[in-house]
């Protein structure tokens, strides 16, 4: 075990700042050593294997894990950090290197159980949230992004109903519309990325339609959607549908900041 854990720390340390090491660990390690190491029950080897794995990352390597013997790759450092939160490098290869590639992340998307999907959104929030100044290539991969999430939005929205009973308090698939709602609210958010939104095809009536429909669901019986819903015992506060109804109106209020095209419709 110390042996493997001090190989891999000696591969992270070679490779930094060394284009050749990157590419000879590349050719020698990928995908079998990563994947073999990320799957190890050592938390600390799989720590050192995601080191490094993003020293030798660049946007090329990242187009090769797009190839659906690799992808495994990005699954496993994605399901890395789901699993031990503290893992830095796991965080980092998403948010610096995945993210920059949309087909990668739709073709992740596709393979992920609901919690790992939200898992994956929470790390694009924070990636949204980032405040610096976005390059146009940035800004491009943003749209293709709020393009994707726009529509997996979309598609899905009324899955979000299933929280009315109790017996679905905690779907997966309706949590993971929580989230999308989050991001496309901190994607309007963004004077870069709004206009963008703005123009989407059926983003804003579906919002419309979703706040309808959640607010007609809270009268029909006493839910989570329930506008005069009294709160019993702190689980039910922090439930993540509280405040979807407000957030619907937040994207809502986003998508017709100075678009009249958009205020006349609603």
Not at 103 to 130: C, G, H, I, P, W
Not at 223 to 231: D, E, L
Request: aromatic fraction near 6%; glycine fraction near 4%; hydrophobic fraction near 40%.
């Amino acid at each position: 075990l110390s042996a493997l854990r001090c190989s891999l720390q000696f591969l992270g340390n070679i490779a930094a700042g060394n284009g050749d090491s990157q590419n000879s660990i590349w050719k020698c390690a990928f995908p079998d050593l990563f994947l073999t190491c990320l799957a190890y029950s050592d938390e600390k080897i799989v720590a050192y294997c995601c080191m490094v794995l993003f020293t030798c990352l660049n946007s090329e390597k990242v187009r090769e894990l797009l190839d659906p013997g690799n992808l495994t790759v990005a699954l496993h450092v994605l399901k890395v950090y789901k699993e031990q939160l503290e893992s830095e490098w796991s965080f980092l290869i998403v948010t610096d290197h995945l993210l920059k590639c949309p087909e990668l992340v739709k073709a992740l998307y596709a393979k992920l159980s609901n919690q790992e999907r939200v898992t994956l959104l929470e790390l694009m929030m924070a990636k949204v949230s980032e405040n610096h100044q976005v390059t146009s290539e940035e800004m491009n991969v943003f749209m293709r992004h709020a393009d994707f999430l726009a529509g997996c939005f979309q598609e899905k929205c009324e899955a979000v109903l299933k929280l009315t009973s109790a017996a679905d308090a905690e779907d997966e698939e309706a949590l993971v519309i929580i989230r999308l709602l989050d991001v496309l609210c901190e994607m309007t958010s963004n004077n870069g990325q709004l206009e963008h939104l703005q123009a989407l095809p059926g983003l804003l009536e579906t919002a419309i339609d979703t706040l309808r429909l959640t607010h007609l669901a809270g009268k029909q019986t006493i839910n989570i959607f329930t506008a005069t819903h009294a709160m019993t015992g702190q689980e039910e506060i922090s439930h993540p549908a509280v405040g979807f109804k407000s957030h619907l109106i937040r994207l809502i209020g986003n998508l017709c900041y100075k678009n009249k095209e958009n205020q006349d419709k609603v």
